[in-house]
């Protein structure tokens, strides 16, 4: 993934300023080159942001970080604001039912192996001779794996 720096972006947006200003005619409907690059600046400061709140910066020291990487200090506090919206749970990469015991993380997976198998069979025995039919591997991997966790969580 090619990293570009704020002020790689901000000498870019001056060069497209310039640009556009020696330029003569109406406004037109289709992005420009500015609006395309202050677009991509949005999100990479945006991700820049979410990465700062996932490694446990509160919202002041974001925006802080975020003003010293030369954003302007109004649209810092709003990237760092929406960065920290984000749950908690969902910036640490787990989800709800993290905790939940070793039981039933294996009762799911089971349910999601059976179910597995019971679809392939359904879809193999409805298709047309020499026809097509669906196999769900997806969901039977998916129960081994969480058969697996279950066997072996705290």
């Known amino acids: 993934m090619n990293h570009i ?3 790689q972006l901000t000498e870019a947006q001056r060069e497209v300023a310039q640009q556009r200003s020696l330029q003569q005619g109406p406004k037109q409907d289709d992005p420009t080159q500015e609006d395309r690059v202050l677009q991509e600046h949005s999100r990479e400061v945006q991700r820049k942001a979410a ?10 020291e974001i925006e802080a970080q ?4 030369g954003v302007k200090p109004g649209l810092a506090s709003k990237f760092a ?3 920290t919206a984000i749950p908690s749970f969902v910036q640490r990469g787990k989800s709800v039912d993290s905790n939940g015991s070793g039981r039933s993380k294996m009762i799911k997976g ?5 179910g597995g198998i019971v679809a392939s069979v359904v879809s193999y025995n409805s298709a047309a001779p020499g026809g097509t039919y669906t196999l769900w ?9 969480l058969i ?4 072996f969580s705290d």
Do not use: E
């Open 137 to 145: 591997v997806g969901a039977v991997l998916g129960g081994a794996v």
């Open 5 to 7: 720096t704020t002020a």
């Open 51 to 60: 990465m700062l709140a996932t490694v446990g910066l509160n919202r002041s």
């Open 148 to 151: 697996t966790r279950g066997l």
């Open 110 to 114: 089971a349910l999601l192996v059976v």
């Open 66 to 69: 975020l003003i010293k990487d």
């Open 81 to 83: 604001i929406k960065s």
